[in-house]
């Protein structure tokens, strides 16, 4: 195994092909180590739990039957992006944290205020609803404590924080 002490002392002059279990592995500014999923994106359609190793990944909420999705613990500059690709029917799909710590919030272009969504004080669930369009979006992105929520969706019911 290589280690670079710093992405300046990698070159690639042509093409870097990594096997299909290879890992990349960065390290933040405090030496804490950060996993990237070099920009996957992945559809999943039944409930999974996320874990350091996904961190980067864009995933497709691609089912019209509801399902849950579980953040791991917050860690730094660890980052998810969801997209509705599936409008849930009868339910809604759910992206959880575990406790009170998914803050920030979700823009609407329905609403008169712009805003379809928020929490400054914390929540512990994602609610995707039944009205939910495709195409509507999610990102969190984690400051270590937290994770901090945006995104936009089309209808004002289409989200909502718990």
């Known amino acids: 195994m290589q280690l670079w002490k710093s992405m300046a002392d990698l070159l690639v002059s042509k093409k870097l092909t990594l096997g299909k279990n290879a890992q990349v592995v960065a390290f933040n500014s405090s030496g804490v180590e950060v996993p990237v999923a070099l920009g996957a994106v992945e559809a999943r359609s039944a409930a999974s739990t996320l874990s350091q190793y996904d961190n980067g990944k864009t995933i497709l909420l691609n089912s019209t039957t509801a399902f ?22 009868a339910s809604a799909h759910t992206i959880g944290a575990g406790s009170a710590i998914i803050k920030g919030s979700v823009s609407s272009a329905d609403l008169a205020n712009g805003s379809a969504a928020a929490s400054t004080t914390g929540g512990t669930t994602i609610s995707l609803t039944t009205t939910a369009y495709v195409g509507d979006w999610i990102e969190v992105v984690s400051n270590g404590v937290n994770w901090l929520l945006s995104g936009s969706v089309k209808a004002q019911g289409g989200l909502t924080i718990a």
């Open 68 to 89: 849950a999705t579980t953040l791991p613990s917050p860690f730094m500059g660890g980052r998810f992006k969801f997209i509705v690709t599936g409008i849930p029917g």
